[in-house]
T-cell receptor
Framework: KQEVTQIPAALSVPEGENLVLNCSFT??????LQWFRQDPGKGLTSLLL?????REQTSGRLNASLDKSSGRSTLYIAASQPGDSATYLC????????FGAGTTVTVRA | KAGVTQTPRYLIKTRGQQVTLSCSPI?????VSWYQQTPGQGLQFLFE???????NKGNFPGRFSGRQFSNSRSEMNVSTLELGDSALYLC???????????????FGSGTQLSVL
């Protein structure tokens, strides 16, 4: 059974600092890994999708890496802004999406 | 292009009742999946439909069921509601390919179900 763990559970940083969010998973037989953002009471917004054959993906200030053999992914958010405050979820796809519990990020102005 | 639409946005029911939630996928998307989100268990996969057929199913009791119509719209039904069914129910749509390697999911805003 796929287990997805995200560390830390919560993070508070001053504006401008870089964010590093970690995700680990137990079964490397995946199609892809996705990072999502969720604002309170809302649905999920897809941030980045890394295919199992890829090592990283970048979009603007966001960069995600994937090391499938060790079962790890890291999401980097450069120069954080208050608008980045949200819960970030990582999910791995085999026949279904398995989600981590998320990291709740607060960026202080 | 319109996003994934879920209705209703909020729902209050009592134990023992049944409920039906609706999901309209992005135009052209043929795969719809459903997820339950609770503070204790996080996000858990319920089931996935493609071309009116259930393709995969999560580990939920038979009280949870779903279906997909020919226009790709989907409904999920929960019968004999229990207090523990209180949750945010999210649906997602995607354009499925031969394999889900590059299959990005687009989520709706969810239906918040409260069971009293």
């Amino acid at each position: 059974k796929q287990e997805v763990t995200q560390i830390p559970a919560a993070l508070s940083v001053p504006e401008g600092e870089n964010l590093v969010l970690n995700c680990s998973f137990t079964d490397s037989a995946i199609y892809n890994l996705q990072w999502f953002r969720q604002d309170p009471g809302k649905g999920l917004t897809s941030l980045l999708l890394i295919q199992s054959s890829q090592r990283e993906q970048t979009s603007g200030r966001l960069n995600a890496s994937l090391d499938k053999s060790s079962g790890r992914s890291t999401l980097y958010i450069a120069a954080s802004q208050p608008g980045d405050s949200a819960t970030y979820l990582c999910a791995v796809r085999d026949y279904k999406l398995s989600f981590g519990a998320g990291t709740t990020v607060t960026v202080r102005a | 292009k319109a996003g994934v639409t879920q209705t209703p946005r909020y729902l209050i029911k009592t134990r023992g009742q049944q409920v039906t939630l609706s999901c309209s996928p992005i135009s052209g998307h043929r795969s719809v999946s459903w997820y339950q989100q609770t503070p204790g268990q996080g996000l858990q996969f319920l089931f996935e439909y493609f071309s009116e057929t259930q393709r995969n199913k999560g580990n939920f009791p038979g009280r949870f069921s779903g279906r997909q119509f020919s226009n790709s719209r989907s409904e999920m039904n929960v019968s004999t509601l229990e207090l523990g069914d209180s949750a945010l129910y999210l649906c997602a749509s995607s354009l499925p390919g031969p394999q889900p390697t590059n299959e990005k999911l687009f989520f709706g805003s969810g239906t918040q179900l409260s069971v009293l």
